[in-house]
């Protein structure tokens, strides 16, 4: 079975521009999270789909992301325009659903996000 | 709000020693703990998972970890690490309502051989 996929594994870009990542969850799971770390600090949760749905968006940082699960397969998250602050490593994240959130969410590698 | 305090950012041990991480976590309500594994140039992968029952819990490559609800704490536990088990190990918790995970901040472990 394979597991979470990410795309790209790292990106470099200037202040002001574009970056769209993508994550392919684990097929058959409902659920996809993406998480960020940046560095220095603790991983914390973004956002979370159930299929295309967007379940809990209370982690997403500003109106600068844009995340979107269409057909309820792969995920994308872009940010417009790219600041400084947001370096660091997106992760994604994926599960079947469970009762009383007792699931487990296999990872992905992560993308790193540099933007100079 | 909710958090989790991993006690240690880095932690260095000689082969053969005992291991214990400590975490605890803020949340007075039914929670689902989690342990997180991050081997050097690879994803996060799961060690150990406590839902319910038995506060002991076993995971993989001989790691354990015991849920002490009276502390709020889920602590990681081995009794003999190997140069292998170097890598960033995670605690977090989710709230039995909400399925996203809130993680401490990380202890990096590093068995010297």
């Known amino acids: 079975e394979a597991g979470v996929t990410q795309f790209p594994s790292h990106s470099v870009i200037e202040k002001g521009q574009t970056v769209t990542l993508r994550c392919d969850p684990i097929?058959?799971?409902?659920?996809l999270y993406w998480y960020r770390r940046v560095m220095g600090k603790e991983i914390k949760f973004l956002l979370h789909?159930?299929?295309?749905?967007?379940?809990?968006e209370s982690g997403m940082p500003n109106n600068r992301f844009l995340a979107e699960r269409t057909g309820g397969t792969y995920s994308t998250l872009k940010v417009q325009p790219a600041e400084l602050e947001d370096s660091g490593v997106y992760f994604c994240?994926?599960?079947?659903?469970?009762?009383?959130?007792?699931?487990?969410?296999?990872f992905g590698p992560g993308t790193r996000l540099l933007v100079l | 709000a909710q958090s989790v305090s991993q006690h240690n950012h880095h932690v260095i041990l000689s082969e053969a020693a005992s291991l214990e991480l400590g975490c605890n976590y803020s949340?007075?309500?039914?929670?689902?703990l989690f342990w997180y594994v991050q081997y050097p140039g690879q994803h996060l992968q799961l060690l150990l998972k406590y839902f319910s029952g038995d506060p002991l819990v076993k995971g993989i490559k001989g790691f354990e970890a015991e849920f002490i609800k009276s502390k709020f704490s889920f602590n990681l536990r081995k009794p003999s690490v190997q140069w292998s088990d170097t890598a960033e190990y995670f605690c977090a918790v989710n709230r039995g309502s909400q399925g996203n995970l809130i993680f401490g901040k990380g202890t990096k472990l590093s068995v010297k051989p």
């Open positions: 994240a994926s599960s079947q659903v469970g009762v009383g959130a007792q699931e487990t969410q296999y």
């Open positions: 789909f159930v299929k295309e749905s967007k379940q809990d």
């Open positions: 097929s058959g799971h409902d659920n």
């Open positions: 949340y007075g309500g039914t929670v689902n």
